[in-house]
Nanobody, 122 residues
Framework: VQLQASGGGLVQAGGYLRLSCTAS????????IGWFRQAPGKEREFVGS????????YYSHSVKGRFTISRDNAKNTAHLQMNSLKPEDTAVYYC????????????????WGQGTQVTVSS
């Protein structure tokens, strides 16, 4: 599975962005998609994850209620809708894929996209 993340950019605090993760390869619906982020000087952080088949989602406490993950298995695409953005959301955002259930651990995901920069100005 190869992943391509896109949709990042510069936005003011309180604004929104929608990130996309497009996958190539087989059986996209068998793969859970995870979103992670890494800010400068900080460790990679789990953002949220969505199951491949039933659409179950799980979010980190810091983004729950502001971010929403969705997917379209027919288009091999997942999205991360980010609302009410805060300066502390500034980071490089990565999508990742794994067969099976959702996970909050980056090491559980063998496939990663290249990352897209999100910058939130105050």
């Amino acid at each position: 599975v190869q992943l391509q993340a896109s949709g990042g950019g510069l936005v003011q605090a309180g604004g929104y962005l929608r990130l996309s993760c497009t996958a190539s390869g087989r059986a996209f619906s068998r793969h859970a998609i995870g979103w992670f982020r890494q800010a400068p000087g900080k460790e990679r952080e789990f953002v949220g994850s969505i199951d491949g088949s039933d659409g179950t989602t799980y979010y980190s406490h810091s983004v729950k209620g502001r971010f929403t993950i969705s997917r379209d298995n027919a288009k091999n695409t997942a999205h991360l809708q980010m609302n009410s953005l805060k300066p502390e959301d500034t980071a490089v955002y990565y999508c990742a894929a794994r067969e099976g259930a959702i996970s909050t651990f980056g090491r559980a995901f063998p496939y990663w996209g290249q990352g897209t920069q999100v910058t939130v100005s105050s």
